[in-house]
C-alpha cells in the first residue's frame, strides 16, 4: 500500500530564514504529489501539485516543491519564511489510473516561525 | 460564496447519541469525500463519492453511514457515538479523477463526552 512520510514533526525556523519540509513517498509508480497548509483552526489549502513534466514546481505564496523520482521525495521549500506560513503542512499522495480518488496524507509538519 | 461548507462548525455530544454532519459544495464538483483528523492532526480518508455513488469505504465502524442526496451534498451520520470519535471531519470535494485538486471544508470538530 501506498505511503507517505513526513520525518520532522515540528521545526522552528526565523523569519526570513530558508526552509525546506520533507516528504517522502512509497509507491510502485509515479503518484501525483500534493501539499496542502492547514492554518489554526482552519480547513486545507492547496500549495502546488505534482502530475508530470516539469520536476520543480511552483506554488502559491512563494513556496515551490522539487520531485525526485530517486530519492521517492517532494520537498516543500521557500526561500524567505514570513510569520504567516507558521502553520501545519501535509504533503500526500493520490494514486494514478486506479479510481480511487482520495489521498493518503502524511502525518504532517507544524511550522513554528520565530520573530 | 463558501465553496465548501460544512455545519455544525463544532459539535459536543454524549456517548451514545446520534448525530450528523452536512456538507455542501457549490462548485459543481462530481465527488465528495470525508476526511477524518485524528488528535495527532493524521488525515485518513473515511468515504469518497462520485455521483452520489460510494466508491470508497474505508475500514470505518459501521455506526458511520454517508449519504448523497445530490452531487452537491454529502452528509456524515454517527450512529451510538464513542469517545474515539472526537476528531475534526473534514469534507471536500473535485472534479475529475485522481490528479484533481480537493477543496477542503473548514472541519466539523466533534467531542464526544
Known amino acids: 500500500a501506498q505511503s507517505v512520510t513526513q520525518p520532522d514533526i515540528h521545526i522552528t525556523v526565523s523569519e526570513g530564514a530558508s526552509l525546506e519540509l520533507r516528504c517522502n513517498y512509497s509507491y510502485g509508480a509515479t503518484p501525483y504529489l500534493f501539499w496542502y497548509v492547514q492554518s489554526p483552526g482552519q480547513g486545507l489549502q492547496l500549495l502546488l501539485k505534482y502530475f508530470s513534466g516539469d520536476t520543480l514546481v511552483q506554488g502559491i505564496k512563494g513556496f515551490e516543491a522539487e520531485f525526485k523520482r530517486s530519492q521517492s521525495s517532494f520537498n516543500l521549500r521557500k526561500p524567505s519564511v514570513h510569520w504567516s506560513d507558521a502553520a501545519e503542512y501535509f504533503c500526500a499522495v493520490g494514486l494514478m489510473d486506479t479510481g480511487r480518488r482520495a489521498l493518503t496524507f502524511g502525518s504532517g509538519t507544524r511550522l513554528q516561525v520565530q520573530p | 460564496d463558501t465553496a465548501v461548507s460544512q455545519t455544525p462548525k463544532y459539535l459536543v455530544t454524549q456517548m451514545g447519541n446520534d448525530k450528523s454532519i452536512k456538507c455542501e459544495q457549490n462548485?459543481?464538483?462530481?465527488?465528495m469525500y470525508w476526511y477524518k483528523q485524528d488528535s495527532k492532526k493524521f488525515l485518513k480518508i473515511m468515504f469518497s463519492y462520485n455521483n452520489k455513488e460510494l466508491i470508497i469505504n474505508e475500514t470505518v465502524p459501521n455506526r458511520f453511514s454517508p449519504k448523497s442526496p445530490d452531487k452537491a451534498h454529502l452528509n456524515l451520520h454517527i450512529n451510538s457515538l464513542e469517545l474515539g470519535d472526537s476528531a475534526v471531519y473534514f469534507c471536500?470535494?473535485?472534479?475529475?479523477?485522481?490528479?484533481?485538486?480537493?477543496?477542503f471544508g473548514p472541519g466539523t470538530r466533534l467531542t464526544v463526552l
Open positions: 462548485l459543481g464538483h462530481d465527488t
Open positions: 471536500a470535494s473535485s472534479q475529475g479523477g485522481e490528479r484533481s485538486e480537493q477543496f
